[in-house]
């Protein structure tokens, strides 16, 4: 009787520890969310890409030196020739400095993580197919995808090789899955063949959701300027094309979304006065980050009082820049004297003297409409069309219009002018330097050559990656 | 008397005792004797003995005093215990009762007599070979062979024999006649006497294979009557509470305890989340990982609980060391276990216990040597403080100068050490109720503590207490055990105290009227001009300054028992503990943190003053079933233990900081007026689960050769998802030499040798979660566009196991002489393989770390304890014995991840005015590095160093550094005495350690290094070099040409010193008072203690020690008593 009862308490202890008790022991702290936890509906997803688009607007990244901090110095688009000036060194591209190289490795630390986010994310999602509403799991994937290209392509155009010299060499490791095995130095040629692998995957799941939409039922699709979406994608796509001279494939990619330009209207000039000024020309984003203390790296950057982090330049400088025009919508809004000194302050981010709070503020645009018409002008071969994509952006820029006899020499130096003026605080202009190898960067003294183009790898990763 | 007649006599009387007298002891009743008279004379207490009872008396003894004054005092007492009082073995006469004859005999001149008897199971009827016979009064000994047979020669007076065997109910049978003895043993599970407690279950000390000490609570109490860490070190060398020399005697801060060697790494930076529930088991091994497993009555709980446990509940503690003993345990093994037992009530009326506890605490301040007021103003002088080449500065220097020169003259001489610093008066209270009988039995406990630390105002108070309730009926027993403890934590308004040590002594902390001032000097700034100002600590103390935290606790237990014939148990347990923590830090506007802030128009004005709250609370249940087993097989003896045991921790915390205190009487934290600028309310929710099977067995063969099997497999959500079970087990052997028959010859001077050996595997999983697994994290300090993201917080490496500790004991256990000499040794191996650390990765992986298994310890070892009885007890009024312990330990990294070589490279970039660590393989843990020093070059100086190929040069090198010495001693141990002579009980314990090294910190710091601006060490001025040709220890305060020198001293071999040390630990004189002083208030068991703790510390090495808070000497006045 006795030996029966020992019997039964063991054997069903033992039923419940071979299976009951491996649940059991799945527990779910608050504090970390276990990622089976998390990607149990589809509600985990999107916080899990939310906290990808937040990582994207560290302050590492696109909420300020991978746009309108340390890109922009790379560019020389600010007067940092000061010795106290906390962005001397850079302006110096003295990458051996401490401040410079934390900031570089950071650059590469955060994208890289945020690439591990993403990559968790779409190992996640095959096997969770089936907790998606309709459209949710083409919408997400998508995203993720695009996002995991644009952050790689980001890294490849700044620690690449100069794309006109080196797409032979050996670049940086293209990551697409979580774990840790290290991931070799791809050629440059396959490293961009898998980022628009990735993005051509993007742009098919994402055409579904083609609408650009504000203020919809679900606040995760109420921002599409603000997520990679289907024509962000496109424009990507025509981006990298160029970088790689594939200019083919550029101008195709750039007209999916001029055929489309109307969804993303010019800013008109009556958009930039009145309360509540339209500076970041939200209207022309194709994708923007959203970055709520936009106000504080604004002013820690662009004010007076920013003491020796100020970026500013010369009114001389920005006068030639805008070839003495009054008219340009960039030379009038976008700079103002911030006190009684000859400096100008780029006013871009700036949200003082806005009064209701509008939408246009918080944003830094990664992707603009501007930019593919000049991807269109830079990629035809023909020069009216050229000149007639320049023309387009022109007319919405408050400055007259193109000849049209123009040579070809002629139209570039136009495009290199357009990018000076257009992109500033948005950090592109150095990649079009390093695009086009250019020898001379205003502002700098000596030559350019890959020692200033191509930013050093952190240290732990030469050290714990030979491959 | 005639000696002729009586020796006739026996042959008579002994048949007779068989008829007569047996019966008549047996009931008991018939033959009692009530006398209470003071001063009466032998002849006289016969006398009425006679009247009383009718017997006669036969003297033949040469001994007797009738004139002899004694006072008895009996109430209806047996005619044999009465005798028994006077006439016994130690007072040489004895007695024997014939029929109605009293014979009274000197004890020398009883005849001897054979016995012969057998002993038997009661159930199998098989023989028992080896159970122990004794005679009741005069101890004689002897065991019975195999077929159960025995023969013991005793005096012709003993009455008694007890017959004791393992696992067995002693047996106590008359000694009737000649005719052999018959004894049936019955097995008693429950109430083996001498046994090994796992917490888990208990075998007998005899059997066991395992290393594990175990010590009393009495004995515990006989070291320190407060604390219970401070007094177990003492009983195992194996226990290692090394000094915190930060913040010495603390109440507040908890010991960092291990056993044995480390099995880890001390902890990197700052370990572990914020805030964590003092009960928090789990959380507590992020600050110390090598901290053994605690159990309290059965159930894992944390340090702190057993910290401010009563040291009078204590029943006796266990100390589990090696794999045999701990296996079971599984994961949580490697360690050690610490099983700590409270006393359970005992049948009887009702009894009541009382411990009142004085304790005075006296900071020990022999560790500092500081400058007086004008000796330090003279350094300063010399050294070229007051000297300037610019003649605008020069005159502020000068007028500094002659103010600190007139508050010297003036008769300042502030002795700042002594300030914030008090004798303490703490008392511990403790009352213990319990009675019963076979059936209910009950105990409640009530116990108050306050331990005063030597900082004003700094003090630990615990309340406590507790309720037992067991009720047996039949073959079940129900029993329930209740806790309740509440604790406040002060800590020291005053602050740091190292904000006092390096104060001046020529500022003087109060005013002319004698309130204490905020600033002690107003200075004036070169160039910039300006003022600066020095604050007063003393200062804070009166504001209203809190640095409190609190918690309050409960814990259940419950268990129901029941017992099925056949040598079955079934234990069932059930474990509920919740405890509630809260932290508050508030300084007031007023507190010298924000002198700085003295623009009454700033915005950052209206934010001084700080409140720092957290709360956070555990909650923790622990449920197991339990069947045990024990059987005799013809020679073989098994015990055996099956359990299962599920258990779940939850644990949470908050914490917010607020800013904006204005006045110093708002002094609630809803009174700030914002919260701290940037912050957000911090915590962290975590709950982990376990699972544990675990099986024992224990067969021993004929007593002689001893087995012991231990096997556990735990489930927990701490491992990696791939290795969600991790199966433990150990395998230990034993030979009790002593049993065997070649040993018979000299069973009378080896009483035990046992020699045991195990092996086997224990785990540690004290890592967080998320390492195994990959989880995410809300980030609510940044939205976007309204929506909150969840972001990776690392990678979750799912292949992670848990740590395993191989370890390798080999032990020995000797009692020679009727265990006048009882010695033990251990030695041991233990291998942490798969240890758990940092790999760097490439970042473009996504992480720069990942946790794997890679890291390999050793730690080898030996320990040895032996004790030694010069007299032994129950021989003669005095009591007397030694003991002296001792171990010997060895560490070595066998192996490391590339984090920890890049830590190794980090570390020689950080502050080298201290070495820093370095873990290469081969090397130990505790190694000093340091750049070897060939002295000061008297010519100019300058240090000069050896390079590391032996080259001589002025230059410190970081990559030129070796070790020069291991922190960790040779030896160390304790030893002690204990003395007991009638009533009075002494003892006194000390520690030491031989062959430690230490790098002289103080040297450095307030010597040679010294900030000449504040308060420094005397020997500052001692072998200093002054000019070329000085053959000195230390640098100049100057050098050749004059100059102040201010290049600081890096980690040199010139300051490793040798840290041997004696201290006296604890002195204690006890005096039990007799009963008969005692009888009046109807008391009785009333003793007083007196006792002494960290009396004296003679050390090698002269280091000030206690930095944040003093040391401190105890000394505590205790009375026990019960009625």
Known sequence: ?467 | MDKLLTKLYYPILLTMLIFAVTPAVVSGQTNTISIDEKGITLNEFLTKIRQQTGYDFVFSSTKLDFNQRISPKFTKANIDAVLAQYFNPNTGVVFMIDQKTIVLMDEENAAMKTIEGRVMHAQTKQPIRGASITSELKKVNTKSGAEGEFQIVVPEYERYLTITYVGMATEKVSLGSNRPIYVEMQEKMEEIEDVVVTGLFSRPTENFTGAATTVSGDQLRNVNAMSLFDALKVFDPAVRIPDNLEFGSDPNKLPDISLRGTNNFPVQGQGGATNQSGADFMAAYQYNPSMPLFMLDGFEVSLQKVYDLDINRIEKITILKDAVATSAYGSRAANGVIVVETKQPQAGRLNVSFTSTLQVTAPDLTSYNLLNAKDKLELERISGLYRTNRPENQFILDQRYSNRMAAVASGVDTYWLSQPLQTGIGTKQSVYVEGGDNHIRYGASAGYTNNKGVMKQSDRETFEGGMVLSYRKNDFILRNQLNISSNTADNSPYGSFGDYSRLNPYWNPFDANGNVVKVLETLTNFGVGGLSTISNPLYNANIGTVNQSKYTGISNNTFLEWRIDGGYRITGKLGLTKQNDEGNVFLPADHTAFSNITDYNSEAYATRGSYDRSNSSFFNYDASLVGDYSKTFGKSLIFATLGFAVAEQQSKSTAISVIGFPNNRLDEIFYGNAYQNGSRPRGHNNISRRFSSFANLNYSYDQRYLFDLALNVDGSTQFGELNRYAPFGAVGLGWNIHEEDFMAPLQRYVNRFKIRGGVGTTGSQQLPPYMAITTYEYNTAQDYLGAYGATMLGYGNSNLQWQETLKYNLGTDLSLLSDRFILRIDAYYEMTNNLLLDVNTPPSLGVSSYKENMGKLSNKGIEGNLNAFIFKPGQSNLTWSVFVNAIHNKNEIKEISNALKKMNEANDQNDQQRPQQRYIEGESVNAIWAVRSAGIDPSTGQELFYTRDGQLTYVWNAADKVIVGDGIPKVSGNLGTNLAYRGFQFGAYFSYQLGARQYNQTLVDYVENADLAMNVDERVFLDRWTQPGDKTFFKGLTDVEGNTVTNATYATSRFMQKNNFLNFTSISLGYILPEKWTDKWKLKNTRLTLQGNNILQLSTIQVERGLSYPFARNFTFTLNTSF
Request: hydrophobic share 40%.
């Open chain 1, 1 to 467: 009787m006795m030996k029966y009862t020992l019997l039964y308490i063991s054997a069903s202890i033992l039923i419940c520890f071979g299976a009951g008790c491996t649940k059991w022991l799945d527990v779910h702290p608050k504090t970390n969310i276990s990622e089976k936890l998390l990607f149990e509906d589809e509600q985990g997803f999107k916080d899990a890409l939310t906290g990808i688009y937040v990582k994207l607007a560290s302050s590492g990244l696109y909420a300020r030196e991978f746009t309108m901090g340390a890109m922009d110095v790379f560019a020389q688009q600010y007067d940092v020739s000061g010795s106290t000036h906390s962005y001397y060194e850079f302006g110096k591209y003295n990458y051996e400095n401490a401040a410079v190289r934390g900031r570089i490795d950071q650059f590469w630390n955060v994208s890289y993580n945020t690439i591990a986010n993403i990559n968790n994310l779409l190992m996640n999602i095959e096997s969770k197919k089936d907790v998606f509403s309709e459209g949710y799991y083409e919408l997400i994937k998508g995203e993720a995808l695009g996002l995991r290209a644009f952050l790689h392509f980001d890294l490849f155009r700044a620690f690449g090789p100069i794309p006109a010299q080196g797409l032979q060499e050996r670049s940086i490791p293209y990551v697409d899955v979580f774990e840790m095995t290290v991931k070799p130095n791809l050629i440059a040629n396959d490293f961009i063949a898998r980022c628009l692998r990735d993005l051509d995957q993007a742009i098919d799941l994402l055409s579904e959701h083609r609408s650009v939409n504000y203020g919809v039922a679900d606040p995760f699709k109420s921002h599409t300027r603000n997520h990679m979406n289907y024509w962000a994608a496109n424009a990507l796509k025509a981006r990298i094309a160029l970088y790689i001279g594939d200019k083919e494939t550029a101008l195709e990619s750039a007209r999916v979304v001029i055929a489309n330009a109307s969804q993303f209207p010019f800013i008109q000039r009556n958009n930039l006065i009145g309360t509540a000024p339209n500076r970041t020309f939200l209207s022309e984003q194709l994708f923007g980050i959203y970055v709520p203390t936009l106000k504080n790296i604004n002013d820690a950057l662009f004010r007076e009082s920013s003491g020796g982090n100020v970026l500013t330049n010369t009114d001389a400088f920005i006068t030639t820049l805008f070839e003495g025009s009054s008219t340009d919508f960039r030379r009038v809004f976008l700079w103002k004297t911030d006190g009684a000194t000859d400096q100008l302050y780029p006013v871009k981010y700036w949200t003082d003297d806005i009064q209701t709070d509008a939408l246009n503020t918080k944003r830094i645009p990664l992707i603009r409409l501007s930019e593919v018409y000049y991807i269109a002008a830079e990629a035809s071969d023909v020069l009216l069309d050229k000149i007639s994509y320049l023309n387009t952006v022109r007319a919405n820029r408050g400055i007259s219009a193109l000849n049209e006899d123009l040579t070809e020499s002629q139209i570039d130096e136009e495009i290199f002018k357009e990018y000076r003026k257009e992109f500033y605080q948005e950090g592109q202009l150095f990649f079009y330097y390093k695009r086009r190898n250019v020898l001379r960067i205003t502002g700098y003294g000596l030559e350019m050559t890959a020692q200033e183009y191509v930013l050093p790898r952190p240290n732990d990763e030469i050290e714990f990656n030979n491959n």
